[in-house]
């Protein structure tokens, strides 16, 4: 069984910076990609960014690409997600997410964290 605790988030202005942490624990193979969905208000939850921890080999939605950048601490088995440069359609519930393989389709992801909302004010 795979558990993901998140912590980070919060409130900030266009502009600002934040970031997000997600530690994973259960079975190895389970946990081998880490990253993290979004759920902007009254949208549907979509892909932000992954990493391949022991190869960090990593993803980004375009519409991050060049503002956010994923990592992982291999001692702590924690993937962190720094946001830079957020902007107002940044505003949403960000999800934690793993697997062997972790698809850009949010219905095809099995493992998910409780979610840490964003808030940016303009």
């Known amino acids: 069984q795979v558990q993901l605790v998140e912590s980070g988030g919060g409130s900030v202005q266009a502009g600002g910076s934040l970031r997000l942490s997600c530690a994973a624990s259960?079975?190895?193979?389970?946990?081998?990609?880490l990253g993290w969905f979004r759920q902007p208000p009254g949208k549907e939850r979509e892909f932000v960014a992954t990493i391949r921890g022991i190869f960090n080999a990593t993803t980004y939605a375009d519409s991050v690409k060049g503002r956010f950048a994923i990592s992982f601490d291999n001692a702590r088995n924690t993937a962190l997600l720094q946001m830079n440069n957020l902007r107002p359609e940044d505003s949403a519930v960000y999800y934690c997410?793993?697997?062997?393989?972790?698809?850009?389709?949010?219905?095809?992801?099995?493992?998910w964290g409780q979610g840490r909302r964003v808030t940016v004010s303009s």
């Open positions: 997410v793993a697997g062997s393989y972790v698809p850009k389709d949010p219905y095809k992801v099995s493992n």
């Open positions: 259960g079975r190895t193979f389970a946990t081998a990609v």
